[in-house]
């Protein structure tokens, strides 16, 4: 999710777009990322923390001067403080500010199943606007290819597919990716030698 979320960021960047990005939750990793990607601070939403008008505000003045703003969700989708609530949810917060959703799914292993994965996501929350999906981890072009053939007639679009990619991740540690400021400064020692 974060990998595809600062593609997302930097694919838009370098078409010359002023991109804003957002953090679904209390999350200090992924933000430092983000502005790695988008040359912009990254602002944390939170829906458990703060309330609606709040979320809103920090939206609002932020987005306020971008082209476009992408706020990365955490954990899962419906993912907030238990498992009976949406608040501190990606999906709380795209309902609040009444925003569609991308949702990008690990395909890895699936075929048929994927759609009805997708089909589940679009239908638990009517109030949800599930407008996309974009599939990870395929194994080759045509897994891609089977994958949207298995959500034609879905109203949830199919952006694509991303291939898996040996060596084409996030450095993590025990307590998840490494910091901006610590890849940054591995990128550079690497860079002398």
Known sequence: KTSVSLGLMKALARKGLIVQSFKSGPDFIDPGLHRMATGLPSHNLDGWMLSADEVRRIFRRNHEGCDISVIEGAMGLFDGIGAVSEEGSAAQLAKILGLPVLLVVNARGM??????????????????????????????????????????????????????????????????LVTAEDYARDVRDAERF
């Open 111 to 176: 075929a048929r199943s994927a759609a009805a994965l997708v089909k589940g996501y679009s239908e638990f929350d009517p109030d949800l606007t599930l407008s996309a999906v974009l599939f990870n981890m395929t194994g080759s072009a045509t897994h891609g290819q089977i994958l949207a053939q298995a959500l034609q007639g879905s109203t949830v679009r199919v952006l694509g597919s991303l291939p898996r990619r040996p060596g084409l991740e996030l450095p993590s540690r025990h307590l998840g």
